[in-house]
């Protein structure tokens, strides 16, 4: 007797993959749970991911609230204000969950496949005195100088996506000279002011230990780049990378040389300029024309397996007067057609940043304190780092890749690779 046929339609329904979306999201807050040392704490932090995930217009407490059924915002104000868990906690597990889930089994979004650590900064806008860290600042999300809160951010970037893994809270001086108004939002005493690149620094710190075996690039834009303790920082700990610097960058000791354009003006030829594409973006590739030269340093390393330094300028084919500039250092083998896949990795993180505002809430926050700005922040990564791992995870099955069966980044499920 033969067994018949299974009868199952071939095409999954809109509904099928909705159901498939809610499981999985499901096991991951299972997975989280962990976090949250009680049963109500752990039923609030669902219900807040779910409507951070949710179509809703606003994600704030009130609608949080009721997307979940409840007639009142003070359940979700009580999970960002008074409630007792570990925020940090939630960010390690976000960071190990958002880098096992975009393994690309060696496709890589920079050099050697590994992937590309990369640093920018958010202003959120906010009114009054009394948000943590808010100020008249600067902040390119917003177009200039506003009434904001500025947060300092880190993304993880392969070839199978890009997400936040890290945040910060930039106070400005005036905040940390006044610490009453510090103590009012529940700033902690011992936090004196920190400029953006020493927060990023702290970030990189916690990340550096679960980062991936292979070579990690760090990318970031002139804020971080121009600054030299931050490039020293990395070069510590054998971090290769490639940094926005200004135009005005010293390079070299010899007068007249030293600046950066002044250096391209008088050595660039049209014919060394070379067209590469940057790596795939928003309009599938981002064609430059590139000009990359090593540095001679008489400290540099030498001998096999030694690293260098490198200018790398770039331009628009139309527009070419236009440049940025950039400082790399790195192995010194790497070739110059990898090279440009770090800066041209940078928009990553803009488009994590852009993700977690628009789909998981990430701007809509209506908390004061200190402790609550993280919280809120740290929740709505997780809620955009599924939306990304469940992307990498759909393509990984429509075109699965040798080293492990589909629904499995690089063969080993993500909970199970070590900690």
């Known amino acids: 007797m033969q067994a018949q046929l299974l009868d199952v339609p071939l095409l999954v329904t809109d509904q099928e993959r909705a159901e498939e979306f809610s499981d999985q999201l499901e096991l991951l807050l299972l997975e989280v749970g962990g976090v949250f040392p009680r049963a109500d704490l752990r039923h609030r ?81 906010k009114k009054g005195r009394s948000s ?43 905040w940390c000279e006044d610490r009453a108004r510090c103590r009012a939002a529940h700033i902690p005493d011992e936090l004196g002011f920190a400029t953006k690149p020493r927060l990023a620094e702290r970030m990189i710190d916690r990340i550096l230990p679960d980062l991936p075996t292979g070579r990690v690039w760090v990318a970031a834009d002139e804020v971080y780049g121009r600054d030299g303790a931050f490039r020293a920082f990395l070069e510590r700990n054998r971090l290769p990378y490639a940094v926005n610097v200004p135009a005005d960058q010293t390079v070299l000791p010899r007068p007249g040389w030293r600046h950066l354009a002044r250096l391209v003006e008088r050595v660039a030829g049209d014919q060394d300029w070379v067209e590469l594409a940057a790596g795939p973006s928003q309009l599938e590739s981002r064609a430059w024309q590139w000009w990359v030269r090593r540095i001679p340093d008489p400290d540099s390393e030498v001998g096999e397996g030694a690293w260098a330094r490198w200018v790398i300028v770039r331009r628009r084919p139309t527009e070419p007067d236009k440049r940025d500039y950039y400082l790399a250092w790195g192995p010194q083998e790497t070739e110059v057609q990898e090279l440009v896949l770090v800066p041209g990795a940078r928009w990553r993180v803009e488009e994590a940043i852009k993700l977690a505002k628009s789909a998981a809430g990430m701007a809509d926050y209506e908390v004061r304190s200190f402790h609550g700005w993280y919280r809120h922040i740290t929740l709505a990564q997780l809620a955009a780092a599924f939306l990304v791992a469940q992307a990498a995870a759909a393509r990984e099955q429509a075109t699965p890749r040798p080293g492990g069966p589909p629904g499995q980044r690089g063969g080993i499920p993500w909970s199970h690779q070590p900690r």
């Open 132 to 174: 943590a860290g808010v100020a008249r600042q600067y902040t390119g999300t917003l177009g200039g100088v506003f009434p904001c809160q500025v947060g300092v951010m880190a993304a993880w970037a392969t070839g199978a996506g890009q997400a936040l893994v890290d945040r910060e809270l930039y106070l400005p001086k005036e």
């Open 45 to 125: 932090a669902g219900a807040c991911i779910r409507g951070l995930l949710a179509p809703l217009s606003r994600k704030n407490g009130w609608q949080l609230s009721e997307y979940s059924g409840e007639l009142t915002p003070w359940g979700q104000q009580h999970l960002l204000d008074r409630a007792r868990w570990d925020a940090d906690g939630l960010r390690d597990f976000v960071r190990r969950y958002v880098i096992a889930s975009l393994a690309d089994g060696g496709v890589g979004a920079g050099p050697d496949g590994c992937g590309v650590l990369v640093v920018d900064e958010t202003g959120f806008a």
